[in-house]
């Protein structure tokens, strides 16, 4: 099994900065997708930002160049540092890690709400 511990959310004005953090523990191959989602009231939830082992990187077209994906493999931890917040980035943002064995794994964390305010 795998546990992943979100932190970082919280409240900022508009043309702020936050960065999130999910630790990652318990059965985790060296091979692995660690990704950004997140899902705002009525709406589905939606991919921010992926980032493979070998430090790959895709964003939604919504937030490149505001938003930057990063991972520390040793510590098991990826980031994500969110700058030029608008109020539609206001949302809970989940944690997502993703392995390989007979099958597809995704494991999720318990979400981080941000909001952001005009």
């Known amino acids: 099994q795998v546990q992943l511990v979100e932190s970082g959310g919280g409240l900022v004005q508009a043309g702020g900065s936050l960065r999130l953090s999910c630790v990652a523990s318990g059965s985790i191959f060296s091979f692995n997708f660690r990704a950004w989602y997140r899902q705002a009231p009525g709406k589905q939830r939606e991919l921010v930002a992926a980032i493979t082992s070998g430090g790959s990187t895709n964003y939604a077209d919504s937030v490149k160049g505001r938003f930057t994906i990063s991972r520390d493999n040793a510590k098991n931890t990826v980031y994500l540092q969110m700058n030029s917040l608008k109020p539609e980035d206001t949302a809970v943002y989940y944690c997502?890690?993703?392995?390989?064995?007979?099958?597809?794994?995704?494991?999720w964390g318990q979400g981080t709400q941000v909001t952001v305010s005009s």
């Open positions: 997502n890690l993703r392995q390989y064995s007979t099958g597809t794994m995704d494991y």
